[in-house]
Every structure is written in C-alpha cells, then in structure tokens.
C-alpha cells in the first residue's frame, strides 16, 4: 500500500477541508467557549456533517453509511484538527460506530447504525477511571444481577458524554483492575436510572463529561461483545481512537506550524524579517521534519487499522506516541515564535495549545505508547 | 496473481538460492563490504560468490537500464527487490561511490559516450571512483572551492588541492569540480570533471581518524592533464551536476536503505544488562531511551518509504532528501550513542579479538561524521529552511 493518499482520499479531505474552513473555522470554537454554549458544538453543522456522508463514513452501506475505512476516518480527523473544531466525529462516528461493527448484534447494528449515519444518534466511549489513560485498571462493577447487570462506579473524561444518547461503558464482570479477564462492554441509555452526568469544561474548550453510575440497571442485551472478554475489543477500539487522534494532532500541528511559518515572513524585529534570523531556521526546519515524519508514521498505523485491526498495535503506539510529542512541540514553537502575541487569548494560537494537551492525553500520552511498544519488544 | 506477487515470489526464489547464508548476516566491520576496483580483492568466497551472482543479473544496479548494464527494474520491482533483500538481511553486493553517487548524475548529464564508457564498469565493479568535492577553505560553503582548470588545447590542466576524499587512495578514478572560470560568480564558473586517479601529478595523503582508521585523504593535483571531453554536462555549469550527485549521496547517508538490520537495540541492551522480574531491561531511564529511539526508528522508516512513494506519484520535493540526511544520520548517531551504553564497559575496550577490534566504539565514533560528511546538519537545516519552507535571507 503506497504511503500517499489515493485520489478518492485527496477528493475527501478536499470536501471536508471546504466545509470545515468554511463553516467552522477557529472561530467557531471561539464563539461557543465565549457564549458558554451548552453543548459546546453546533448540532447544525453536524446535520450538515451527516448529509456530507461524514457520519456515516465507517457505517456499512447497508445501514446507510459509506462504508470507507481508517485511512479515511483519519483524512477527516486531521481537517478537524486544523480548525478544532468540536464535534462528536471522534466519539460517534469513529469509536461508537467502530464498536457497534466489531462488537454489535445484527439487532444491536440496525437498531444503532442507520441513525449514526443520518446523523440522529449520539454516542460516548466511556473507558478512563484515573488520572491517566489505564484501560487495564477498569474497576467499574458490573455485578450480575437478574438476567442482566448492575454497574456502580464512575468515569472521567468521556468524549461527548454529556450529549449522547447512547453510552458504551467498560466494566468489570470478573477479574481485579490490572487483569485482561473480566471486562466486559456495555451499551447503557444514559437516561437511565442511577446514571449521573456532569459535564466538565475543560481547558480546550471541548466537550466531555464525568459520568457516575450507582447501580445502574442493564439487561443482558444490552451487553456488546463476550462477557468477560472485552479486553481485546476494547483494546482494538482504543487504537482506532488513537489512530484518529493521532491523525488530528497531525492537522493541528501542520496548521500551527502553518501560521508560524507564516508569521516568521511577516514580523520584523532588528530591521530584518525574523525568518531571516538562523536560530529560528533551523527550529522552524527541525519541526518541518518532525511533521513529516509523524504524518507517515500515522498514515501508516491507519492502513494497518485498515488491513488488520489486531496486528496494527505496534504501528499505532509509535504514531500516538509520534503524534503527541510533535504536537506538544508544534504548539509551544508556535506560541514562541509568535513572541507576546502568542500568549494573548485575542490570538488563536494558544488554542491549538489547549487541544495539543487534551489530544495528547487522550487513550494514551506518548510515555503510555513508548512503555507498551517496549512491552511488544519485549525489554 | 499480479505480475508484481509474480515478481516478488520469483525474486525470493532466488535470493534464497543464490544468497550465501554467510552474507546475510549484519556486517561486522567497514572492511567486510566489497567495493570493487582495479586492485578489489574479495574478504570471501561468500562474497565473492555473492557479488558475481548479483552482477550477472544486474542487480548491483537493479533499477538502471540493461543497456548500461543494470537489472532494468521499474520502481515497484526496485521497492520488491529491497524489500525481499530486507526481509532477509541480505547484504548489498557492491559499496560503490560509483553507483551512489555519480552514476544518477551520469545518467541525468552524461553524454551518450560517457555513459557507454562509464557506467557498465561501474556496474560491474571494475572501476572504484572517489568524490573530488570538499577543500581546505571550502566545506560546507562548498561553491567556493579554488581548484583551477586551465584550457590547453583540447585538455584542462588542473592544479590545486582537495580534501576529505574518502578511499582517494584506493580509488580509481576521481569525479571532481574544478573552477574553469575565475572571474564568474562562485556558482556559475565550476566544471564537473572525469579523471584516472593515475594521472601524472596526482597524488595523496591519508588523514587518520578518531576511529583509529584512515579512510580518508589529502588529495593533490599539480598540473593534472585532462581531456576536456571529460567534462559532464556543460562547462560552468557543473554546480547543477554537483547539486544533483548530493541529493543522492544525501539520500544513501541518511541511511534508509540499511536500518532496521541487526538485533534490535532493546535485545542487545538485555543481553548485556539484564532484566528485571517483569522482563523489563534492568535501567529504567536506558530503556525509555531505547524506546523513544524505536518509535522515532518506526516512524522514519514510514517516511522513507513515504518519500519513495511520493517522488513516484510525482509529489515530492527536490529539497526532502536533505530533510532526510539530517534526520537519519541524527538518529544514527542516537543508535550509537545507545549501543554504547547499553554495551558499558564491555563497549570501551578498543583492540582485542574479544571486542572485535573494537568494533562498537569505533562504529560508535564513525557515526559522528555522518551528520557532517555530504553537508552538515545545520546545512541541511539550512536547506530545509529556505527551499522548502521558503525563509527569506540567503
Ligand atoms: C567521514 C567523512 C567523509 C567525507 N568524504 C568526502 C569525500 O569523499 N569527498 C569530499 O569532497 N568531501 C568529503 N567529506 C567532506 C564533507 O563534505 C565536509 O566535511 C562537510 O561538507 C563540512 O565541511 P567542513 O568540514 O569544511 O566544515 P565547515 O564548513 O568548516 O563547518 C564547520 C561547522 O560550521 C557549521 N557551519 C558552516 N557553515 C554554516 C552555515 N552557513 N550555517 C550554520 N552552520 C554552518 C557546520 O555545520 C559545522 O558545524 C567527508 C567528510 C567526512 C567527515
């Protein structure tokens, strides 16, 4: 598989790059940080997501989606990344829809899919207990009881919980925190009774929620995937949400370094551009390489996703892990270079900073990834 | 099945059959890589064996044309045959300046008559050329080099002094730039220029290393006579020539080709540290090192292969092999510098039959030209800087 995108690829990310820029530039997020907004992004632009066929992009065609791929998924999320754009296109479209297709019942897919694809439907991955990203340490009870399930525990950091209409929760039916045995996947209403829904506003100004569950009723359909056996489905939806963060933190790096590059021509101090000035050359050069490099190394764990899902661990430690640390150093060269500028909230730099943060932390920092591609090399 | 499936499983065939178990094996000095020449002498029958095999398919340059004397392969059967070869460590037949370096630019300026007379001898490893670029007052600032060629007739006659040439006094035949006009701008009065090593007048001195090895020269030239049909391209034109020969010297130093062969640095440092109950190597801070060094690895690896891709789809940028240079030779250098503390004490000792020769420290020290030799890091940062990201200032 050529490391390049293929002409269909380059007509998406085309059509999505108009209508992003078009409708949702960085001002958009702006506009609904100041106004405080309740769900933080705009519904109408999702409908309009929709009937561009974003939403349904991973949904079989035979439950009115597309039916494309990873590679695709990630052409989107860098888009998103390069105006951060909120939208629920990660938890939705990306995680929830990946778990319904890997893990779903037929009546769990038709019931769910279609209305992902009209764009109707909501949905959060509900996985992070901790401070950190630790899927393993899942301690979230999920007792039998009846014919179903009891679960009692609660949830940080949960992508759009507090819109969704549909929560997809990881559990423990068995084992102790720290055991591959024993998780279990479940789709909960998060209407029901004993779920508690905060929504937390956090630094990037994105959407997500801490979500308490005290004895949260759920029947056995409700289960997604083997009892017991959850791990190696949650694990394989985890890096499916890597590879697509990892793609928007290749967009918000490029963008960033973009309008650095941009600014480097423009300022002058000492009577010279300060792009002139060596110093900041060989920064500006350094962080080019780094981006390049980062972007093959993600467009390549995002074809692996593609090819095999279970053989794709490794390729997409070393993207997220990539990903993290190019855009850690993408954003804070670009509040550098843009001098006291830079550090005004009037200037939209400091945003791609917020959400450097937040991609970075997301199912996994860069030290998570080095420590597991370590682990797969076995030192 | 495609042709190219086809291809790659007749191309595995015979690699299996034709490579000796002997050279797939990671190399364990610079002197065991065969170069070729007039006075080449085989470090094995393995090699030996193995250079002649490939030679008569034209696989030491797979993707010239037959008519030169290369393999004719068209660029996915290139990528398959590097690829398979990859796979399973096998060594590459002939080290050539010759195929490297100054056969692309051949092929780009030559004239029919010099390709005809050079290039199937460079395939066939008969002639071991040497690169004539580098001087005393010109390194990274190379366009200012003095070595004059004066017009005699239908000969130059050439004075003046290089240094740096590497194997010069193993080499055959010398590419070199020569300034033909004095009086023009430093770019516009150089000449790219052909000549035996045996001429009258040459002569050179080797410069010994912090490797303790010699692999380089002092190279002098006192009314050197050289005919003029020797020149490539046009005369004072020879800076397009020589920018062009180092894109792809560029593209061979960073390494691409070589990476990924030889145990895997997190094996070697277990061999030699140890590990804890958990399996993890026995230094914490060494093994995170030796992670980052593998995700960085990982990731360049997925960039070359990227860049090949896109000079295919025709989307690449002349300017990204220097983008590449200095990445790799960084990381090669980061290699080395983990080999070396993974290897502690063990990796200090300098002689011995145990240590090699001291194989790891003067690997490890070898390294550090690597980001200077083919233009420095900051050189490559400045190209970087101003071709592709467009800065201002010269
Ligand atoms: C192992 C080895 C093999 C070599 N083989 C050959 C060969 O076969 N043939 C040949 O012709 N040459 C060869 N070279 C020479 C090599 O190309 C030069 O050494 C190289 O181009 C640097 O030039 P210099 O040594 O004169 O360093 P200088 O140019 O003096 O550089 C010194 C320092 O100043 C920095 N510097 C210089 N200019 C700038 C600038 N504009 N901006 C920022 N920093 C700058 C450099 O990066 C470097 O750090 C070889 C070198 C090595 C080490």
Redesign the interface.
């Known amino acids: 598989m050529p490391l390049v995108l293929t002409e269909e690829q380059s007509m998406l990310r085309d059509s999505a790059r108009g209508l992003i820029n078009d409708k949702a530039p960085v001002s958009h997020l702006r506009h609904l940080r100041d106004s405080k907004d309740e769900t933080g992004f705009s519904r109408d632009l999702w409908k309009a997501f929709a009937e561009m066929g974003f939403s349904g992009l991973l949904v079989p065609e035979n439950f009115g989606g597309s039916g494309l791929g990873y590679v695709e998924a990630g052409v989107v999320m860098e888009e998103i990344g390069r105006t951060l754009m909120p939208s629920p296109f990660l938890s939705t479209a990306v995680l929830a829809t990946s778990a319904l297709l890997r893990g779903g019942s037929e009546a769990q897919k038709s019931a769910h899919l279609p209305k992902i694809a009209d764009g109707s439907l909501l949905a959060a991955l509900a996985v992070d207990e901790g401070t950190k990203h630790r899927p393993l340490q899942t301690s979230l009870q999920a007792l039998r009881a009846g014919n179903g399930f009891r679960l009692s525990g609660a949830k940080a950091l949960v992508v759009d919980g507090h819109t969704a209409d549909l929560l997809i929760v990881a559990g423990r039916t068995g084992g102790a925190p720290g055991e591959r045995n024993g998780l279990t996947l479940f789709l909960v209403d998060p209407k029901a009774k004993g779920v508690a829904i905060e929504r937390t506003v956090m630094v990037d100004a994105h959407n997500a929620a801490r979500i308490a569950f005290d004895h949260v009723e759920v029947n056995a359909d409700q289960v997604l995937g083997e009892v017991d056996q959850g791990f190696q489905l949650l694990d394989g939806l985890l890096n499916i949400g890597r590879g697509a963060v990892a793609s928007e933190m290749v967009g918000l790096s490029e963008e960033v370094f973009g309008r650095t590059v941009t600014y480097l021509k423009e300022r002058k101090q000492f009577g010279k551009l300060i792009g002139e000035f060596q110093a900041l050359q060989h920064r500006a050069a350094e962080l080019y390489v780094d981006i390049e490099i980062t972007r093959a190394a993600v467009l390549k764990a995002l074809q692996a996703l593609d090819a095999d899902l279970d053989q794709a661990g490794a390729a997409i430690a070393v993207a997220k892990a990539r990903a993290g640390t190019t855009a850690t150093r993408a954003v804070q060269e670009g509040v550098q270079m843009h001098g006291g500028m830079g550090m005004t909230d009037q200037f939209d730099i400091g945003f791609f900073m917020k959400r450097a943060r937040v991609c970075q932390e997301l199912f996994g920092d860069s030290n998570y990834h080095a420590e597991q591609l370590a682990r797969m090399k076995s030192y | 099945m495609s042709d190219l499936e086809t291809f790659r499983r007749e191309t595995r065939a015979w690699l299996e059959a034709n490579c000796p178990p002997e050279m797939r094996r990671p190399m364990t000095s610079e002197n065991d890589t065969y170069w070729g020449g007039r006075n080449a002498k085989f470090s094995s029958e393995p090699q030996r064996v193995w250079f002649e095999r490939m030679r008569d398919k034209g696989w030491t340059v797979p993707d010239w044309p037959k008519e030169y004397g290369g393999g004719g392969l068209d660029r996915a059967e290139h990528k398959v045959l590097r690829e398979e070869m990859t796979a399973m460590g096998a060594r590459s037949p002939l080290s050539s300046f010759g195929i490297w370096m100054l056969g692309p630019a051949l092929l780009k300026y030559g004239n029919e008559a010099q390709k005809k007379e050079h290039l199937p001898k460079i395939a066939a490893g008969l002639i071991r050329w040497c690169q004539g670029y580098s001087e005393p007052n010109a390194g990274s600032d190379l366009a200012s080099l003095q070595t004059r060629a004066e017009s005699d007739g239908d000969d130059y006659i050439i004075n003046g002094q290089k240094i740096w040439t590497s194997y010069a006094n193993y080499a055959d035949w010398i590419f070199c730039l020569v300034r033909t006009d004095p009086t023009a701008k430093k770019h516009d009065g150089i000449s790219f220029i052909l000549f035996d090593m045996a001429s009258k007048g040459v002569s050179t001195k080797p410069i010994l290393l912090i490797s303790g090895y010699s692999p380089f020269c002092e190279t002098f030239f006192d009314n050197v006579r050289v005919p003029k049909s020797h020149v490539v391209g046009t005369v004072n034109r020879g800076w397009d020539v020589a920018k062009y020969l180092l894109q792809h010297e560029r593209a061979m130093i960073s390494g691409t080709g070589e990476r990924g062969i030889g145990r895997?640095l997190?094996?070697v440092?277990?061999d030699s540290l140890g590990?804890d109950d958990a399996?993890?190597?026995d230094d914490a801070m060494l093994?995170?090192q030796?992670?980052?060094f593998?995700?960085?690895e990982?990731?360049?690896a997925?960039?070359a292969?990227?860049a090949i891709?896109?000079a295919?789809?025709g989307?690449s940028h002349p300017a990204?092999s220097s983008?590449m240079k200095?990445?790799g030779t960084e990381l090669n250098k980061r290699r080395h510098e983990i080999l070396m503390s993974a290897g502690g004490i063990d990796a200090l000792e300098w002689e011995s039959e145990r240590s090699r020769g001291g194989a790891r420290p003067r690997a490890w020290l070898r390294t550090k030209a690597n980001s200077i030799e083919g233009g420095t890091s900051?050189v490559?940062?400045?190209i970087?800087?101003?071709r592709?990201?467009?800065?201002?200032?010269a």
């Open positions: 895997p997190g094996q440092a277990a590990s399996g993890r190597l093994r995170s030796i992670a980052q593998d995700i960085d990982a990731a360049f997925a960039v292969e990227r891709d896109l295919k789809a989307q990204f983008a200095y990445y900051e490559m940062l400045g970087v800087a101003k592709i990201l467009d800065l201002p200032g």
